[in-house]
């Protein structure tokens, strides 16, 4: 290396730092040349772990660069020195200065993982110095021979994974042991907190931006690893998990966690990462990373939020994910460890997540979230490998504010049911204002203006866009699966009761009808919409016709003036033939 000029060492490593095994000026060039040279960086990540620097400023500088690779950021001395600073560590590399010195006497990209492989080296070196320095203070404390060999064993098998040649034994323990195999009943699998996936397994969660996969992921994780109830699935023992987050500020991830009920000794078994330094989980470097950080936390599953951060190859390019697959998620599996991982949804939302199709083949299932307005989350599985558990949840997502905070513990994914009771509804949430809404007796069609009249009448507040949600909510009723708009999915021994607020004589006739039959039958219009409410005076007026309003011929009640200009002189339900057919005595009408 007759090309490169010796670095100068820092006093430092005249100090007595020079006894521990470690090389200074590979560690200097090594962090001078990854601050200008993506490239070199995961190539000496290939051989290298953060662990392997001996120097706390230099493994600073090597975090922060693997950072930025991970975020996709562009690397320079300057914006390494910027993004220290910004994280207020600056001070330890001397303000700056050191960054300067490293990054003027650096070396080609060609010659980084040479200097990375004499950092490992010296670092293994450094590894059985610390070993023997330990089993000596053990034999001073008066260990026996045993426990000094199964210190040893396990120092030699840390080694053993460290190195990417395991040798014949590591490959040897994938073969299968045919008894246990088969006496192992796979079918009995109880599936993880909510059923979306059972142990081991992988599965991606895709969504659109805002859509709120962060939001539900997250609340379903912690319940997962405090031991509580999610989505009507019944609370079980903690599961220790890590969620790898670099998605969401810290001021997000507080405000949110608190929101689920979270706080200061109610997280659980859950370790979280808010934009760790780890290198692309698509190389060798990135794997091991996460295993290692897995292993730390002692983890039965991962979360990466969202996986598309912690790439360094084209995302539309099929050898990343599968890269990706070979360096991580296969290493997850291998372990039984249980991988979530949150991406984004393409351009066109019928084709799934953004990128190369090959994101799909590894997992065992894909959910997509959808968000459906008025509080309505829809998550649909389109992709699986076992087809074990449900294959869809419709849930709403309840929240309470204080101004502009959100209520600790009020909020919440529940799945939506036809006949959640009242009590339930989280006081202030749009479904709790339907609700009211509905007890006013509005029609289900009633705009924003009438909405907001009555609740003043009823001395109920609510701000206007809560209300306009509310409005939507109730007119999108039969769209998101009311009694009436798909009975064929109710069975037809409960009887339908018309939607509240509906006037007496314009519900639907009750029809069946067999699978290949029109929802409506032949030769029958379609049922009119049901005429507004009239107000009155007083609370609760009843609705009065004027004269120039068609009367039905049975109920004397005002009819739909459209309806009646087709020749109609009854409503649908008031109709011999089609409908109840009420017996009451005609009345004259008053049209006062």
Not at 158 to 172: D, F
Not at 195 to 203: E, R, S, V, Y
Not at 300 to 311: A, K
Not at 496 to 504: L, N, Q, V
Request: charge should be negative.
């Amino acid at each position: 290396m007759d090309n490169v000029r010796p670095f100068q060492r820092d006093s430092a490593d005249h100090d007595g730092l020079t006894r521990t095994p470690h090389d200074a000026e590979a560690e200097a060039y090594v962090a001078g040349i990854v601050m200008h040279d993506r490239v070199a960086y995961l190539e000496c990540a290939e051989v290298l772990d953060r662990e392997d620097i001996y120097q706390p400023a230099i493994r600073l500088i090597w975090d922060t660069v693997g950072g930025m690779v991970a975020e996709g950021k562009q690397l320079h001395p300057v914006t390494v020195k910027a993004e220290i600073e910004r994280l207020n560590r600056l001070h330890e590399v001397e303000g700056g200065r050191l960054i300067d010195r490293l990054s003027s006497e650096t070396i080609t990209s060609g010659m980084a993982q040479a200097f990375a492989e004499r950092i490992a080296e010296r670092a293994e070196l450094r590894r059985w110095d610390e070993h023997a320095n330990d089993l000596k203070a053990r034999i001073h404390r008066g260990a026996t021979v045993e426990e000094l060999d199964k210190l040893a064993d396990a120092h030699r098998e840390h080694e053993q994974r460290r190195n990417t040649a395991h040798g014949p034994s590591h490959l040897t323990s994938a073969l299968l042991d045919w008894d246990p195999f088969f006496a192992t009943d796979f079918g009995n699998v109880e599936l993880l907190l909510g059923g979306l996936m059972a142990p081991g397994q992988q599965i991606t969660i895709v969504g659109d931006g805002k859509a709120g996969k962060s939001l539900f992921t997250q609340e379903w994780l912690w319940r997962m690893a405090t031991g509580q109830a999610f989505l009507d699935d019944h609370a079980r023992t903690p599961v220790p998990l890590l969620y790898i987050d670099a998605e969401n500020g810290h001021k997000d991830i507080q405000e949110r966690f608190v929101s689920y009920g979270g706080g200061p000794g109610r997280m659980g078994l859950m370790s979280y990462a808010s934009f760790p330094p780890i290198r692309a989980l698509d190389t060798a470097g990135g794997g091991a990373d996460l295993l290692a950080m897995a292993a730390e936390c002692e983890a039965q599953l991962v979360c990466l939020d969202t996986v598309s951060r912690f790439i360094s190859g084209p995302e539309n390019d099929a050898d990343t994910w599968l890269s990706l697959y070979r360096h991580t998620l296969l290493p997850l599996k291998r372990a039984g460890i249980s991988s979530v991982r949150l991406d984004h949804m393409g351009k066109d939302g019928e084709r799934g997540a953004r990128g190369s199709s090959a994101k799909t083949q590894d997992v065992d299932h894909v959910w997509e979230l959808r968000a459906q307005g008025g509080g309505t989350v829809v998550l649909k599985r389109t992709h699986t490998r076992t087809g074990i558990g449900p294959d869809q949840f419709v849930m709403l997502r309840q929240y309470r504010k204080h101004g502009d905070s959100y209520v600790p513990g009020g909020t919440r994914h529940v799945l939506m049911t036809y006949d959640t009771p009242v009590e339930h509804l989280i006081e202030g949430s749009v479904e709790w204002l339907v609700n009211k809404i509905d007890t006013l007796g509005l029609a289900n069609d009633a705009g924003n203006p009438k909405t907001i009249s009555a609740l003043a009448t009823a001395g109920i507040k609510a701000s206007k866009d809560k209300i306009a949600a509310a409005v939507r909510e109730r007119k999108n009723r039969d769209n998101s699966g009311s009694r009436n708009g798909f009975p064929e999915t109710f069975p037809e021994d409960v009887p339908r009761e018309p939607s509240p607020g509906t006037p007496a004589g314009t519900e639907k006739p009750q029809v069946n009808h067999s699978p290949e039959t029109p929802r409506e039958p032949q030769g029958t219009p379609p049922s009119p919409p049901s005429p507004p409410l009239r107000e009155g005076k007083g609370e609760g007026s009843p609705a009065t016709g004027t004269p120039d309003e068609p009367l039905c011929t049975i109920c004397d009640r005002p009819m739909n003036t459209d309806w009646a200009q087709r020749g109609y002189d009854t409503h649908l339900g008031c109709d011999p033939a089609t409908g109840s057919h009420p017996h009451t005595e005609h009345a004259p009408h008053d049209a006062a």
